[in-house]
């Protein structure tokens, strides 16, 4: 991606304190839809878990784009154009079933060398009891879709974009990783996640675009869905 020279240290602030409250101010969100609508409440936790998903996405993509139209800041600075490389669909793949592969070998490598069984996310043990095709579906969908979509716009695009311009590529690069494997609030996987975070960030730098960290992030999670509905 080009030098995001138009992102200061005041935006750095700013985007910092926005990331820093997103988690809670998706909650708040989240618990005044179900005050406003009760009766979503009582439905099955696929149901809720999409809802949630779909809150996230939303309050990142329009955090985002109000930060940058208060700015007037171009799209273009989270990465989001065409990228340099002919084949970037290829390499996005490519990347993607790496990315998937390296995972599934650190995390068979933690649950080895740890004492203690690592307990299973959320959002695990929502994908291993889903039964039918509609409860399997919504995971796959959250997942697979919508998770790559709004992280890559916040990491990758949004928060590298300013750490970029304040503190330099390579040591924006490591802080964003470290924040990506943090805020997925999993302590036994932040090394892992921090890795996957540090490869996705190479591979928008290398295409100069965030399209492939999005579709090599979207395919590693698909493959990690698969997996677990196969086992």
């Keep these: 991606m080009t030098i995001t020279k138009n992102f200061n240290k005041v935006h750095l602030i700013e985007a910092l304190v926005l990331i820093s409250v997103l988690g809670q101010l998706c909650q708040w969100i989240y618990r005044l839809i179900l005050m406003m609508c009760p ?8 149901n809720q878990l999409f809802l949630y998903a779909l809150v996230q996405n939303l309050t990142i993509l329009v955090m985002v784009l109000l930060f940058l139209k208060a700015h007037r800041l171009p799209l273009t ?6 990228p340099i490389q002919s084949r970037w669909i290829q390499w996005a793949f490519v990347h993607g079933i ?15 060398l740890l004492p203690n069984k690592v307990s299973a996310q ?5 994908i291993v009891n889903a ?12 997942t697979g879709i919508l998770a790559p979509i709004g992280e890559e716009i916040l990491f990758r695009g949004f928060l590298f974009g300013t750490l970029r311009a304040n ?4 040591a924006g690069v490591i802080v964003t990783s470290l924040l990506f494997g943090a805020l997925h609030h999993d302590l036994w996987r932040m090394i892992p996640l921090t890795l ?11 295409t100069q675009s965030l399209y492939p960290a999005i579709i090599a992030h979207s395919l590693w999670n698909c493959c990690m869905v698969i997996i677990i509905y196969i086992i």
């Design 167 to 170: 503190i330099g590529e390579k």
């Design 39 to 46: 009766s979503l409440s009582s439905t099955t936790p696929n």
């Design 98 to 112: 790496g990315l998937f592969g390296i995972m599934m070998a650190l995390s068979i490598l933690t649950e080895l």
């Design 122 to 126: 959320p959002i695990t043990a929502i």
């Design 131 to 142: 039964e039918g095709f509609w409860k399997k579906l919504i995971p796959f969908l959250v």
């Design 77 to 82: 600075l989270l990465g989001l154009k065409k």
């Design 196 to 206: 996957g975070g540090f490869w996705l960030n190479l591979l928008s730098l290398r």
